[in-house]
């Protein structure tokens, strides 16, 4: 189960697979496994747990297993356990973490679920430590403390909420059986264990008929390039029921636009229980400046497909967006890129502020741009260099803990649910900035007001609009109507966006062990 290794390489032990219905018996017993003895499981998709040492009958120390083929990434876990006794109190040590900074410092704590409680659900904080242990040469120890109080249950424990390469495809077959005109599934590729690469058009059918539109604007959107890092898809399947849906929002975005959406860049690693590698033990987020097709393929190929679009002349690739969670941050964040042009520096930052007016979650304070060498091979910074100079590429981070909003005093933690609320907050955004930009009527029906279009309309009272015959905001560096509109936000975005900050660095103090 494990083999000698240098403490480099994990604490103590190099961990090398996962545990399989694993009973950890006492030291001097011997015999079947007994009520309470403890049985650990992470041989099923997405599991990961690679040891457990008895310490003591209330007490177990937990070795994360490596990603594949890559020994420096530990953070995801994911085991059930079972063989338990009713009101069995035990403390579980996760104690070979690879990363000292992390969201347990202020106040995360893990995912649990049973077998009669199948809904996930936050461990209460109170219970949940993280700390440098002394029996551990110092490295930074999670311990969370656990009653177990039904025989009969499997308990499920893991770092975040799970979202597996099985559940995306029952997703999306769903999706299929609804016979959608508006929603093209297909699969452009195939990962290095053949699984499949799965991308969804959304657009009206009129807009996928290369041979009467004569411009294609496209939104790119991909997510869980890193496996571990689940609240992506969340976010991303938010995104998806919200363009796919019958809200009249939905309906004008997919009049004027043709959304792209690869959900699971990194099947493989997601199957497999990884946090952050490949199959052969890639961060393929740092391969995009020369993909292998044979040992990144699933990025070769998005590579391959995005150069293609931005080539086309009928199509405009406005947008890449690579969604991602944060370990260390707060909030829903964005990071973007910096250029030399300071008007397109400017109108990347449009759409981070016009999804903090409709996403409460959201923070500009986290948002930033940066050029960052260590970043060259990640999708936004090479996109960013590649593309055309109208395109914007962003990284969309979530929290894996929680936000702070405009009225809360204390983090509230995210959930399924609100993981997937600002994934279509995210596409709700697109209104308003589009309707920025002249490409959506600046006259709407009453139904389709919103937090952003409100304030648009506001600012259209004034007069401060400029138009062309095609009732298109004027392109110059930036109109009087795109300045009027975005000087509106900032005297209302700056003062939220430092009293939040405020609050956040108070809520740090107060929430450490």
Known sequence: MSAKGSDDG????????????????????????????LIFDACFESGNLGRVDYINEFEYDLFIRPDTCNPRFRVWFNFT???????????????NFSKTKSLYREGMSPVIKSSSRPKWQRLPSKHVYYYRCPDHHKNY???FAFSFDRETDVYQFAYSFPYSYSRLQSYLENIDKKNLSHVRRETIGSSVQQRRLDMLT??????????????????FVTARIHPGETPSSYVCQGFIDFIISNHSLAKLLREYLVFKIVPMLNP???YLGNYRSSLMGFDLNRH?????????????????????????????????????????????????NIYEDECRFERQSDFPKLLCQNAEDFSLANTSYNKDIMKAGTGRRFLGGFLDEKSHCYTLEVSFFGFMTNNATQIQPYTEESYISLGKNVARTFVDYYKLRGLIPEHLPAQLTGAGVNDYRSTLATGAVASNSNNRVKRDDRSSFEKAVLDRFNSRITPFSEHRQQRYNRSKDSSRY
């Open 10 to 37: 994990s604490v103590e032990d190099q961990v090398v697979g996962n545990l399989s219905k694993y009973p950890v018996l006492p030291p001097t017993y011997t015999g079947k496994p007994r009520k309470g003895h």
């Open 81 to 95: 356990v079972e063989n338990v006794q009713c009101d069995q109190r035990v403390i579980f040590n996760i104690v």
């Open 141 to 143: 120890v999670m311990s």
């Open 202 to 219: 959304v657009s009206e059918q009129s807009n996928l008929d290369c041979d009467v539109v004569s411009c294609q604007r496209v939104v």
């Open 268 to 270: 493989d690693g997601v």
């Open 288 to 336: 995009w400046l020369e993909p292998s097709p044979w040992a990144h393929p699933t990025l070769y190929t998005i590579k391959q497909l995005l150069l293609t679009l931005d080539t086309d002349e009928k199509t405009k690739l406005d947008f890449y967006i690579d969604i991602h969670a944060h370990s260390t941050m707060m909030n829903g964040f964005m990071y973007g």
